[in-house]
């Protein structure tokens, strides 16, 4: 009998999965069917709450400031309670009492007192929770709205007929019954958790102390700095910590009732950096009215995207768009015969991204640190009013997404899947080549990730360090934005790691995945197809998007089925294509690199009309030479270096 087996058995014998006699339609999901007019919980459904809520308060119970609180109105789990919270060293008979009066969290930062001869009364607790476990909901305490408002993460047990005012502001609902033997079974899984991560914090503050104890005992200085950066990285990727990445094709396919994706959509802002010039392609404006194809620019895909699901769903999704100082005027420009189009377009101009210093000591324009856009959106958010205006309009997800990736779509599928879970941060990643022909079946597991394991950008020298890419589109709950910024805890500014730093831990910091993910409580990456991410950052791409192998639809770039390897051609052209207008030169017309998988063009090459590229392609003009790819040809597994070998 496998560990699963032994873990869904002893659940069936606690009897969660025995519901009740009506199944609330919002949560039919958690439902395996009906048996004896009595619906019956899915116990594997049941076991991935309980496995979310126990990694939640994992996190969480690694702080050690951290404050749960405990509700229950049930009198027969009083002893199973008292006994959870006392092992935990969180007993306060004062609480245990003091929740059950009204106001109890929101009168925290105004407590109402009462003065009398011989005492004084304090009602609500001197600091709020940071997190609340019901173990009862069926009552509907008015603690589950006072923790809402406050935005206090819910952690508790749901019935199949728990009403949807209730359930959508529970963060980390588990569906089961209530019965006593699950009851402590859930409350064993807490304390044995919480428990865990304090003896390995105790542990990992008696090694750092050893460690130092260590590092006094140097006799050079320069043997101590030595140890401190080896330190420093050894640790990096605890720092950062872990993510779990679900593959794209394990989401539940999204519905087909109209009207359900309706209410997905009206939920989802867009929000478009467009913070990159195209000087490095020899283009005078921003990278994003580079035409990709069919006369489209990058910009027109997105609103063309947009203007498409609000026509077909009746939806209304707003585009932000992220400009700079440099990009701004040409972006109005281009964006003017959009004025009467559905779209509401709000364009913000943002301030310039810092230079990276070549060797030489000396700035280049065309060559940025990679920005975060994850914490320049946060710090948006945190310093303008825009964040209230959206959860006005009753928005709960916001949709950014990088100026390079122009592959990137407004998918329902994932939208569903992170209202379903709650999740408050996603960042969509694809596995590197080099890991991908390591690990056949990663994009049909999902699996636990470090953050150092996932490329913002791709050194060419460092692949084998990574298994991911960060494609650069992010799904971040406004919500849970609103929770940090209440709470003061968005402070950007201390999550980037110095760049004044050398070798392998510079390269790291300027490729590594963003640290905001850090600041959110339940965060996963989905990995998409790799033909889902499409970085327009050299002519090699530009020749990808305009072949054969992609076409347009409504806004999204679709590529085609013909190619069997999911896997983008290597494209490597040399410097004679670097600018766009040489690229436009020496092709005719785009080559058909349907079955292609990889090409080199270097020297004086010109391509004619109607060429076909298969297979692994070298054509590396000598020098003096103009090799010239005459029409129609056809080229598989070739290496040419001369006229004559065409």
């Known amino acids: 009998m496998t ?18 006699r009506v199944a609330a339609h919002h949560l039919k999901i958690y439902t395996y069917g009906m048996r004896n007019q009595i619906s019956i919980i899915d116990s594997d459904k049941t076991l991935i709450c309980l496995r979310n809520a126990a990694s939640f308060i994992s996190h969480l119970a690694r702080d050690k400031n951290a404050r749960f609180m405990f509700v229950n109105t049930n009198l027969l789990f009083d002893e199973i309670v008292e006994q959870m919270t006392k092992k ?37 607790p001197i600091q709020p929770p940071d997190c609340v476990v019901v173990l009862d909901t069926e009552r509907k305490s008015s603690v589950i709205l006072e923790a809402d408002r406050l935005q206090v993460p819910i952690v508790a047990l749901v019935d199949s007929n728990m009403p949807w005012e209730i359930y959508k502001k529970i963060a980390y609902p588990v569906p089961a019954n209530d019965s006593v033997q699950f ?25 750092v102390r050893k460690e130092e104890r260590d590092l006094s005992t ?10 401190v950066q080896s330190k420093n990285m050894s640790n990096i990727s605890s720092l950062i910590g872990e993510v779990l990445v679900v593959p794209y094709q394990n989401l539940a396919p999204a519905s087909n009732d109209i009207a359900e994706i309706k209410n997905l959509l009206d939920k989802i802002v867009v929000v478009k950096f467009n913070d990159t010039l195209g000087t490095a392609l020899g283009f005078n404006g921003p990278k994003s009215l580079i035409g990709i194809r069919d006369g489209l620019t990058s910009l027109d895909l997105i609103v063309n995207q947009i203007q498409s699901l609000n026509l077909t769903y009746g939806c209304h999704i707003p585009l932000v768009l992220m400009n700079t100082i440099s990009t701004h005027d040409d972006s109005l420009k281009a964006l003017e015969k959009y004025s009467t189009s559905n779209v509401d377009i ?5 301030g310039q991204h810092p230079q990276k210093k070549s060797s030489s000591g000396q700035s280049s324009a065309d060559e ?11 710090s948006l958010m945190k310093s303008s009013g825009t964040l209230d205006v959206l959860l006005s309009q009753g928005k709960e997800y916001v949709h950014v997404v990088s100026s ?13 899947h992170l209202s379903q879970n709650n999740i408050e941060y996603c960042m969509e990643v694809t596995p590197t080549t080099s890991y991908l022909s390591k690990s056949k079946m990663v994009n049909q597991r999902q699996g636990m990730f470090e953050l150092a394991e996932i490329a913002r950008t791709l050194p060419k020298d460092s692949t084998e360090k990574f298994k991911f890419i960060d494609t650069r589109s992010l799904w971040v709950n406004l919500k ?23 070798g392998d831990q510079m390269v790291l910091q300027e490729t590594a995945a963003g640290s905001t993910i850090q600041l959110f409580d339940k965060a996963i990456g989905i990995n998409v197809p790799q033909f889902r991410v499409v970085q327009l950052n050299a002519t090699s791409d530009l020749l990808l998007l305009q072949s054969d192998l992609y076409s347009t639809s409504e806004g999204v770039l679709v590529r085609n089925t013909a190619q069997a390897n999911p896997a983008n051609p290597s494209i490597e052209l040399g410097p004679e294509f670097e600018k766009v207008s040489d690229f436009q030169r020496r092709f005719k017309s785009i080559p058909s690199i349907v079955g292609l998988d990889s090409l080199k063009v270097a020297g004086d090459v010109w391509f004619g009309a109607g060429v076909i590229l298969k297979g692994r392609v070298s054509i590396v003009a000598k020098p003096g030479v103009k090799l010239e790819i005459p029409d129609g040809a056809i080229l598989e597994n070739k290496d040419l270096n001369d006229p004559s070998d065409i």
Request: positive net charge; aromatic residues 8%.
């Open 404 to 416: 390079d990736n122009v592959a990137a779509a407004v998918d329902p599928r994932i939208m569903s």
């Open 3 to 20: 560990l699963h087996s032994i873990i869904i058995q002893k659940l069936l014998t606690t009897n969660a999965h025995i519901g009740r």
């Open 218 to 227: 140097k006799e050079s200085s320069k043997e101590i700095q030595e140890s």
């Open 368 to 378: 940025l640190y990679p920005s975060d856009h994850a914490a320049a959106f946060l």
């Open 346 to 350: 709000l364009p913000l101009s943002q």
């Open 183 to 207: 009851v402590y079974l859930f409350c064993n899984i807490i304390t044995k958790t919480f428990l865990l991560e304090k003896k390995k914090l105790k542990a990992l503050k008696g090694h």
């Open 480 to 502: 849970a934005i609103r929770r940090l910024v209440d709470t003061n805890a968005l402070k950007i500014e201390n999550l980037s790691i110095s760049k004044e730093m050398e």
């Open 88 to 124: 935990m060293g969180i007993y306060s008979p004062r609480d245990n009492i003091m929740w059950r009066m009204g106001g109890f969290l929101t009168n925290s930062h105004s407590p109402k007192k009462f003065r009398s001869r011989n005492k004084k009364v304090c009602f609500g």
